[in-house]
């Protein structure tokens, strides 16, 4: 007999059979398929008749579709939306005890959203908080997702903010400015602090008239990626130049942030070498949107390029990372961006792996997560609806398993 989820339930005491409507596992959509979860790892998926419920409890999930957790690529959970507080301020006004209380607010919305993972890069300002915030999960202090992060972010001296104040005038900054040599010790100083990937910023808007030009050497990135690699670790960089992208790309950063001005020359590299894209399309939206474009046409100016730089991205063969930039905009509405790519021109499958096994891949996490097959963790969330033909169905979540837990 199956039994109807009761969503009250915070967790499944015995082995648990689901049965929903269709099955997305990280790379193709099924019928009529089941999974069993056992002591926080998925142990059997497949057709449902080929699925053991020896000992288990049957959750129906009639009409649902049942997918990995998705995964956030590129987050700050550490800020909020920028038509409630600017940037400026929320870097040299809001206390970090606020900041930090916020963030845990913004860490529950993304788990209850479906997001069970996330990227998040750079604290903006208040230091190693995003280390702290993760033990914190981890011990089971406060709800959220898995975290990687990236804590202060690497400037060059000079290219970053806030600025604006008197000469005399030294303000806290929004990320670690170092150069040349320095750069081997702040890496590794970051990785000491609890960095599990390094961001830096290829470009910054630092040019004689306030535009965005590269800002460190290539020789300078290199150094940064071949000692965060000794360790271990990816580089991440923040790049909306055409430059500054090419320089991280030889340098060996494994995602390029944003991407905007990108040419088919830099793009062909990227997929020659095997860099992805993160696109933050929900970030650039949402800021067209603070000034007041209501969604419809005429697009401004940086929509048109996004969408450019997409149609661009994607005829080079450059894989897509799903990273929105949350915090810019509302946390736990990290879908928006989902349903962008496929307004954007992505199909719905290549949006589902991208926010999938695309993503865990490229954060070489996918021995753990982001596909539903046996051995791998039980991070599994459920809609309403079929996703692969409607993004929006990403939007009604009514189920989401945290290692086997149920957290909603």
């Known amino acids: 007999m199956l039994l109807l989820l009761v969503v009250a339930a915070p967790v499944f005491a015995q082995p648990v059979v689901l049965r ?57 959970v550490l800020l909020h939306p920028y038509d409630e507080t600017s940037w400026n301020d929320q870097v040299l006004v809001e206390s970090e005890a606020e900041r930090v209380a916020r963030a845990t607010v913004h860490l529950k919305n993304t788990l209850m959203s479906g997001f069970t993972t996330i990227r998040d890069l750079g604290t903006e300002g208040a230091g190693y908080a995003d280390v702290g915030l993760k033990t914190a999960i981890e011990k089971g202090v406060i709800p959220g997702p ?23 005038v ?54 940064i990626v071949e000692t965060a690699r000794s360790s271990g670790r990816a580089v991440v960089a923040h790049a909306g130049t055409a430059e500054g992208m090419r320089r991280a790309v030889l340098a060996g950063v494994e995602t390029i942030e944003h991407g905007d001005g990108g ?38 100016e940086r929509i048109v390029t996004k969408h450019a730089m997409m149609r661009l991205a994607m005829d080079a063969g450059v894989t897509l990372c799903a990273g929105s930039d949350v915090g810019v905009f509302d946390h736990g ?18 949006v589902l792996r991208a926010a999938t096994s695309v993503n865990a891949r490229l954060f070489h996490i996918d021995d753990r997560v982001g596909s539903i097959q ?23 979540v009514k189920l989401v398993m945290l290692e086997g837990r149920r957290v909603r």
């Open 333 to 350: 509405d990290s879908a928006w961006e989902l349903e962008l790519m496929g307004a954007y021109g992505m199909a719905p499958l290549d």
């Open 374 to 396: 046996p051995g791998r963790l039980a991070d599994l969330i459920a809609v309403d609806g079929d996703p692969s033909k409607d993004l929006s169905a990403l939007r009604r």
């Open 20 to 76: 929903p409507a269709r099955v997305f596992d990280g790379d193709t959509m099924h019928e009529g398929w089941a999974v069993r979860v056992e002591e926080g790892r998925i142990t059997a998926a497949g057709p449902a008749r080929n699925v053991p419920t020896t000992g288990a409890q049957e959750v129906d999930l009639a009409g649902l579709t049942l997918l990995p957790g998705l995964i956030e690529g590129h987050s700050h």
């Open 263 to 300: 040419t088919p020359e830099v793009f062909a590299l990227m997929a020659e070498r095997g860099v992805a894209l993160c696109p933050t399309l929900a970030a650039v939206e949402a800021i067209s949107r603070y000034g007041g474009w209501n969604g419809q046409s005429p697009m401004p």
């Open 146 to 168: 898995r975290m990687l992060v990236a804590t202060r972010a690497i400037v060059a001296t000079g290219s970053y903010g806030p600025k604006g104040f008197a000469d005399q």
């Open 170 to 223: 030294e303000v806290p900054l929004g990320a670690e400015a170092a150069d040349g040599p320095d750069l081997v010790r702040v890496v590794r100083h970051q990785i000491g602090k609890g960095a599990d990937v390094i961001k830096v910023y290829a470009d910054y808007r630092w040019g004689l008239g306030g535009e965005a030009m590269p800002t460190f050497s290539v020789e300078e990135l290199t150094t």
